[in-house]
């Protein structure tokens, strides 16, 4: 597989090479029955889920074999490239664009 890699724009080594020292330690507060008691939001007994809503119809992960030269082809126009294939697929198909 041909991944780039990203660039950080800060000192990892800097960040792994720290040592939390103990008075580093009374910073973070201590987690009270309360703190926890509200780290989960309940509409009566319903848990309300956090973060994006699930969509109505997801993608399902299949396995397809193709040419080296196609599958270079898509790569090499980076990030994204599978929905690329699945727009072109849709298109050829005569479906309507998803979403």
Do not use: C
């Not at 008691?37 to 848990?47: I, M, N, Q």
């Not at 119809?57 to 030269?69: E, F, Q, T």
Request: glycine share 8%.
């Amino acid at each position: 597989m041909t991944a780039k890699k990203h660039v950080l724009g800060s000192d990892l080594a800097k960040v792994d090479a720290h040592v939390i020292q103990p008075e580093e330690y009374d910073e973070i507060p201590e987690w009270t029955d309360e703190m926890f008691e509200r780290a989960d939001l309940y509409h009566g007994d319903t848990l309300i889920r956090r973060g994006r809503p699930p969509k109505e119809a997801p993608k399902k992960p299949v396995s397809i074999r193709l040419d080296p030269d196609l599958l270079e082809y898509f790569r090499a126009s980076g990030p994204g490239w599978q929905t690329r294939v699945n727009d072109l697929l849709r298109q050829a198909a005569g479906l309507p664009k998803a979403g």
